[in-house]
């Protein structure tokens, strides 16, 4: 029964802090649509304060869980009702172009007052996000990012689910907003945020049920942070990364010597078997500069489900085509640092006033910059190789929308074989990555430090219809 199941989850509380799941999160009941209100709202991240002016859906709560079925149409009506302009992406969708709120090169952006009706229907299930590709820097930073569950057809068999939302927020010791980004860290790495969270709250800790399989929905939806994750001591299995299942179980890393390392935009899926017996723990953690960080614990409860590690299997592999890599088009993409020309005209959509960034020596003009071409052309099914090539010191988490790669080779690393939306490449590092180009429109390329894409790291590709 997965109505019992899943509501063995409780939240017991942050660490002296308000502690909230995101609306949606525990919701058994799948529907075929949403209503996304984005307001401003306030949240009590530290003890006795209040923190004004975060953007949310709900007041008081993290953006929802959405919850859809692969294949399913669903229905999000988004409606601004902020002084500022936006749009809804939905990270990692393989959906219509039209659907994938890219302002200017997708759809206008919405004014105070405007709704707009997504229309979502994913071939894929897995773990997805959504977030503001409009002032995105300043809404991403005060709080709009959203777990987005593709289910797949028939139920994978875990005891519960959780969701894992993992971002930053820039705040000071008494709850108030400090600049959401800095020129510096524009230039560099990004800029960290100062209070690390879960689902909106230091440190949390989530009940489930004891000696059962829980599958974690991780998700990196910071705008700068490189998660660096492991499980001492747990029993766990990574089953899918960025929306797509592996094609073979991979062992949770228990040490952060070999960590998981997810990148702004990117997600896991775990299996972890939960310890028998009441009130034992596991603990999730990141790598961070400094001493490694709790993210959250979970602690069992009730009596042992006796599941075991070896119940958990494969799920089955999203509907994703094979490029054919012999007669695949080739282009080079060179990501580097150029501070020079014009500061980004993103129109109503909020720029940085700064040049940094390039692709192949070219910073984006802005999203609303008149009479700027694609980086590339192609084909209706055109199987396509890019190699991309980072020549800075910097590390780049570099997404593609609309369409699922494959990362195939890398001057630094083994890679190994999964399907991606987003692949983070290390300083200097060089990685060709394939895909089948199989969905038309005008597809949005960029880094997602959202720092760097708003510093001229951007682009898109162009995808002919027939
Ligand atoms: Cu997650 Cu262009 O976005
Ligand atoms: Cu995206
Ligand atoms: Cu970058």
Redesign the pocket.
């Known amino acids: 029964m997965q109505i019992t199941r899943r509501s063995m989850f409780g939240m017991i509380g942050g660490t002296g802090l308000v502690a909230a799941l995101p609306p949606g999160t525990l919701s058994k009941t799948l529907t075929t649509q949403a209503e996304l209100d984005i307001r401003s709202a306030s949240f009590s991240f530290i003890e006795g304060t209040t923190t004004e002016g975060l953007v949310s859906t709900h007041p008081g709560a993290p953006p929802p869980v959405i919850r859809m079925r692969k294949n399913v149409p669903f229905n999000v009506r988004v409606t601004n009702k902020l002084d500022d302009y936006t749009t809804m992406h939905w990270h990692g969708l393989r959906l219509a172009n039209a659907m994938d709120g890219v302002p200017y090169l997708t759809q206008i952006p919405l004014g105070q007052g405007d709704s707009y009706d997504y229309e979502l229907v994913s071939p894929d299930a897995g773990t997805f996000w959504y977030h503001p590709h409009c002032m995105t820097m300043d809404q991403m930073a005060l709080g709009l990012t959203g777990i987005l569950i593709v289910e797949e057809d028939s139920d994978p068999g875990f005891d519960a689910e959780l969701p894992l939302n993992l971002r930053d927020f820039r705040l000071d010791g008494k709850g108030a907003w400090i600049d959401l980004w800095t020129a510096r860290g524009a230039a560099r790495g990004?800029t960290l945020g100062t209070f690390m969270t879960t689902n909106w709250t230091i440190e949390p800790t989530y009940h489930a049920p004891a000696g059962g399989l829980v599958r974690l929905r991780v998700a990196a939806t910071d705008p700068t942070r490189v998660y660096k994750l492991y499980l001492p001591e747990a029993d766990a299995k990574i089953i899918a990364l960025d929306g797509h299942p592996l094609p073979t179980l991979v062992d949770m890393p228990t040490r952060t010597e070999n960590a998981l390392v997810l990148g702004p935009g990117q997600r896991a899926d775990i299996a972890v078997l939960v310890p028998k017996g009441d009130g034992k723990r596991v603990t999730l953690f990141t790598d961070a500069p400094g001493p490694p960080r709790i993210l959250a614990h979970l602690v069992s409860r009730g009596q042992s489900l006796h599941r075991s590690i070896a119940d958990v299997s494969l799920l089955p592999p999203n509907p994703v085509k094979e490029p054919n890599l012999a007669e695949a088009r080739r282009e080079e993409f060179v990501?580097g640092w150029s501070p020079e020309g014009d500061f980004p005209n993103n129109g109503v959509c909020g720029s940085l006033p700064y040049t940094f960034?390039s692709i192949n020596r070219t910073p984006w003009a802005g999203d609303a910059a008149q009479g700027v071409g694609p980086l590339a052309t192609f084909n209706l099914n055109d199987s396509v190789v890019l190699r991309l090539r980072n020549e800075s010191p910097?590390?780049?988490?570099i997404h593609l929308h609309g369409l699922a790669f494959r990362p195939i080779r890398s001057n630094k690393r083994e890679l190994p074989p999964y399907w991606t939306d987003t692949v983070l490449l290390q300083r200097e590092e060089t990685v060709d990555i394939a895909f089948v180009a199989d969905n038309p429109g005008d597809w949005a390329f960029h880094?997602h430090?959202i720092e760097?894409?708003k510093t001229g790291?951007a682009g898109f590709v162009r995808v002919l219809d027939g």
């Open positions: 990004g990501f960034w910097n590390d780049h988490p880094c430090v760097h894409q790291l």
